[in-house]
């Protein structure tokens, strides 16, 4: 017979990756120029739209969006999905770092720099980011 094992802490860290994966996502229209925030990566994931990450808010530590049921709510955990801007933002901040994407604990300050907008009927209007991102493994 088996015998499993596990504790508060690894229970909590399945209760927050279970609660991201209920979470909004923050999309293009979300962002503004200036708006900003600072966040930690709780899980990285995979889609057909590409690469997105849920994180817990740090600064502010909620904000207002839209939840899977179209109604406007606070919430302090969201997801970031694979705007281009962000990505091209996380590819620089990263070039010297051995994982390029995002890893989870990750603490990421996000700054929307402006919009560029869309050349292409039919697109959307593109926001720019500036990025910092504080990686435990890179400290040490």
């Not at 990566?41 to 049921?69: M, R, T, W």
Request: glycine share 8%; charged share 25%; proline share 4%.
């Amino acid at each position: 017979m088996a015998i499993l094992k596990g504790n508060t802490s690894q229970g909590q860290e399945i209760a927050k990756r279970e609660q991201a994966a209920d979470a909004p996502f923050l999309s293009a229209n979300f962002w503004q120029k200036g708006a900003a925030l600072t966040c930690e990566v709780l899980s990285v994931h995979k889609s057909s739209n590409g690469p997105y990450v849920a994180v817990k808010l740090i600064d502010p530590q909620s904000v207002e969006v839209y939840d899977n049921a179209g109604d406007l709510q606070e919430h302090s955990i969201v997801r970031i999905g694979n705007l281009a801007g962000i990505s091209l933002a996380r590819r620089a901040a990263l070039r010297e770092a051995k994982n390029k994407y995002f890893a989870v604990g990750d603490v990421v300050e996000l700054t929307c720099t402006g919009i560029t907008p869309a050349t292409k009927e039919g697109y959307s209007d593109s926001p720019n980011f500036e990025i910092g991102i504080d990686r435990k493994e890179l400290a040490a």
